[in-house]
């Protein structure tokens, strides 16, 4: 399983994201995505702890990749890179836009690309 | 007046990207964000008829700049542009990275920057 986790401080555009990403990568695919949007109030804002607790329990996945939306969005993910005992598999893109770096990553993943493919494929966005 | 108008597949991607540039804009700026996400049944896609009517209703605006998610969204964006009979006002960034140059656009918009100065933030992200 590939997981791709978005963050923003945003919860639609997280929520609206993940439908998109999903639609398009079709069913049966090897894809979790999670929208870690907004605050745990349901406030715009950031909630590294959420974000740690997402990572850690996604234990099925052999990969997983972090994209961020603008500000301290991309704090909230270092924050909880730094608290994450086991971060090997975890590759942060918070430095690529969200949208769009996102949504080809999924693409791509569910196709059965590896990290060096789906690496490979953002790069258009670096 | 200043206008950012915002189009994407997904109205919750264009409905929380709104509230994230008002937020930020502050109360009292010179700026109206339009959200333009989804289909007009709500569901995910684009509509260019609706973009169109959004952007000759904003008559008080003096520049409008369009900002675009992936894929045919940014189709859309073309086609509203050319039916629409008076463009000139009208800046397309439906190339830029949605989120992060939509979200730029709107902080520099409220500070009373000029369209040539707004071109000129943008840049980091071309």
């Given at each position: ?5 978005l963050?923003s ?14 639609q ?7 894809l979790v995505?999670?929208s ?10 950031s ?8 990572l ?21 993910v ?23 770096s ?10 059965g ?14």
């Amino acid at each position: 399983m590939i997981g791709i986790v978005l963050v923003s401080h945003s919860k639609k555009i997280t929520d609206g994201l993940k439908e998109l990403i999903e639609q398009m990568a079709g069913d049966g695919s090897n894809l979790v995505v999670k929208s870690n949007g907004g605050t745990d109030e349901g406030e715009l804002g950031s909630n590294p702890m959420e974000l740690l607790s997402t990572l850690e329990a996604m234990t099925d996945c052999e990969e997983i990749y972090v994209f961020a939306g603008v500000g301290s969005a991309k704090m909230a993910v270092e924050t909880a890179l730094d608290m994450l005992d086991d971060a090997e598999h975890v590759h942060d893109f918070s430095d690529y836009p969200l949208v769009e770096s996102a949504f080809t990553a999924g693409i791509t993943a569910s196709t059965g690309a590896s990290y060096e493919q789906i690496k490979a494929e953002l790069q258009q966005f670096n």
